[in-house]
């Protein structure tokens, strides 16, 4: 027992927001001005969220406080084995001898670029999990800070996209912040002391960390900004956090010298069929699970080792959850017709937030807009005149929209969720989203009030999307799906022009791809229209992808390239050697650039337009004298 509880204090001996010093009490009476509960002769804390609330020999559990189930910081003893060995399995995500946090409900504590941390707690961005503390960069680097919040700024989250530093910082692919670019002078400083190390504490000003040699680090992240392919381990494989994992796996340590590749149960994952790759896990209602993230009935979760609806919802006979009431502030009706709740569209022109409003990653998403609908004309809802849509969640149909229903413009300033019931964090009268976990979104009725609400999320993962009272996983080109709307892109670097048109991918024989005349290129699904030739569309090969090209060398015989485009198309090159046709005609000398000739066909019945293949600088006055010399020869035999 002895050697329990001192494992328990050296756990809880750093906190990020410890309670009250505990007072000796007699009755109830001792511990209201704290606004606690006696309990076992001390006053003990409640509410709480999570266990960093309470003091070193406490856990935040719910129990008894006065009569009623609430949370509470109450004392830890051996019935709270699990739970401890949970807590210590959880430190592999935190670096630097911090811990993982986790929720009232024994949950880990999830975080990303829009929901924030608990306070007292700071975003692992390698896992999305909150830590008690962390290393964000190597020395002699400082960690670049969100003025507003005081926090690090997160570049790269689980692995995924890198996003632009401020001014004079770098994205650290090791640890996923951002840091402060270094000197010569501070790499050589670093290199006489390796053994300097600092780690970050939440709500600091500075924080740093000791990585080995800065310059190393650096040339790695050179190395990591040419472009190159990055070929990342599958699951069982060892691995490194900066690169990640292969078949939806994550990289996660036991030890700083000891990473893998594993399926991230926490998260919903599991081993696929080929033994290699992850898949998640979906579960319906009434089926057992171990996770919120494995039940795929939107507003559900998993509790009571089954997936169920949330509070303030009820199954709606066809697999899914739907709200017992849909709630207007003030407590006023919604809108029904036709004994039905009125729906709307809500495009993303209000002030609504959906994370804290000291999130260092979080923009406003719209402008100002006045207590107007559309038949006002300004068409920011579908709503009749006298109410306005309520935005409960994304409309996966209609992009830059929200989905919500009609209420009357209130009057009283008292903020409800428009579906389910608000987070225990976020009662009257103060309401807030300070405490609001993952599993819910920080509301604000722009319309009505500025006070904020914690709410339910239909979805927990970021990883899905709303559809007809389902959570569908995100698909990209190439992976299964049930819907189109599952589909999307990772990237839109491709724009239309008059030769080019785009489209959105469709789920057919249930895998994402393009639709039939268009072809995945470059990121998106397009159709290029060949402009000289036999004209139509261009070749592909086996795998259906176009065949680029510089010039008509690089395309096979009987094919050209395409110089609006391109790309390979079917048709015999009319021009003289290292010319390619525009595909314009022309009468005389009329052609566009300095590089184009007028060149009359073989025939000799029309003349085209002949552009000079990979004509830079040096190329085009090598060839000046020759192209001169041509058309002289050309006009004397017409």
């Known amino acids: 027992m002895r050697r329990l509880l001192l494992l328990t204090v050296l756990l809880y001996c750093i ?80 670096t630097g001898g911090g811990r993982a946090v986790f929720n009232f409900d024994l949950k880990l504590a999830t975080c990303d670029h829009k929901q924030g941390c608990p306070e007292g707690a700071v975003c692992n961005p390698l896992y999305g999990v909150c830590c008690t503390k962390l290393k964000t960069c190597p020395l002699p680097s400082k960690t670049q800070m969100n003025s507003k919040s005081g926090r690090p700024i997160m570049c790269q989250l689980k692995g995924g996209m890198k996003l632009q530093c401020p001014r004079g910082g770098y994205c650290e692919l090791q640890t996923g912040f951002c840091c402060t670019t270094v000197t010569e002078e501070e790499k050589r400083k670093v290199k006489e002391n390796k053994s300097k190390e600092k780690v970050v504490i939440p709500d600091e000003e500075e924080t740093e960390e000791s990585g080995g040699s800065i310059g190393e680090i650096i040339e790695k992240e050179k190395e990591r900004g040419k472009g190159r392919e990055i070929n990342r381990p599958w699951r069982g494989s060892s691995c490194q956090p900066s690169i990640g994992c292969s078949g939806s796996a994550a990289c996660i340590c036991t030890s700083k010298q000891s990473c893998r590749c594993e399926c991230a149960a926490e998260f919903g994952y599991t081993v696929a069929s080929d033994g290699k790759t992850c898949q998640r896990i979906r579960r319906r209602l009434k089926e057992r699970c171990k996770s919120d993230m494995e039940c795929s009935a939107a507003f559900s979760e998993c509790a009571t080792g089954g997936c169920r609806c949330k509070r303030g919802f009820q199954r709606d006979g066809d697999g899914g959850c739907k709200p017992i009431n849909y709630q207007c502030v003030n407590r006023q009706p919604p809108l029904v017709q036709d004994n039905a709740v009125v729906t709307c569209n809500l495009r993303i022109a209000g002030k609504h937030r959906v994370s804290r409003a000291t999130d260092s990653s979080f923009e406003e998403y719209y402008h100002d807009v006045g207590n107007s609908t559309m038949n006002d004309g300004n068409e920011r809802d579908d709503c009749p005149e006298g109410h306005y849509c309520v935005p409960v969640f994304d409309n996966a149909l209609k992009k830059g929209y929200y989905q919500g229903f009609c209420c009357p413009s209130p009057t ?114 397009a159709r290029v229209m060949c402009t000289v030739g036999l004209r139509g569309e261009p070749t ?52 566009m650039g300095s590089t184009e000739i007028c060149h009359r066909t073989s025939k000799g019945k029309a003349k085209i337009c002949c552009k000079l293949e990979d004509a830079t600088e040096y190329h085009v006055e090598e060839k000046e004298a020759e192209d001169e010399d041509y058309v002289t020869g050309e006009t004397r035999r017409r």
Request: hydrophobic share 20%.
């Open 15 to 94: 906190q990020g927001n410890v309670a009250a010093k505990q007072r000796a009490c007699g009755d109830q009476d001792d511990c209201e001005e704290g606004g606690g509960f006696c309990f076992e002769g001390k006053c003990r804390k409640s509410p709480c969220t999570v266990s960093s609330q309470c003091e070193e020999d406490e856990i935040c559990k719910y129990t008894n406080v006065n009569g009623k189930k609430k949370t509470a910081c109450v004392p830890y003893d051996e019935t709270n084995q699990n739970i401890l060995n949970k807590i210590i399995d959880s430190d592999r995500f935190c």
């Open 412 to 525: 009283e300033i008292v903020p409800v969720c428009p579906v389910g019931m608000a987070h225990d964090s976020s009662a009257y009268p103060d309401f807030g989203c300070k405490e609001c976990p993952g599993d819910h979104y920080c509301h604000r009725d722009s319309i009505a009030t500025d006070k904020e609400i914690c709410c339910p999320k239909p979805c927990p993962s970021l990883e899905d999307i709303y559809l007809d009272g389902q959570c569908l996983t995100v698909s990209y080109y190439g992976d299964s799906c049930t819907v189109s709307a599952q589909c999307t892109y990772h990237k839109e670097s491709m724009k239309e022009d008059e030769f080019t048109t785009l489209t959105q991918m469709e789920c057919a024989q249930n895998i994402c791809q393009c639709p039939a005349g268009y072809t995945f290129s470059e990121g998106q699904c």
């Open 540 to 591: 592909v090969d086996r795998f259906n992808n176009l065949i680029r090209c510089d010039r008509s060398g690089d395309c096979s015989q009987g094919h050209m390239c395409d110089p609006n485009t391109k790309v390979c198309c079917k048709g015999i090159n009319r021009c003289p050697k290292d010319y390619v046709e525009t595909g314009a005609l022309c009468n005389d000398d009329n052609c």
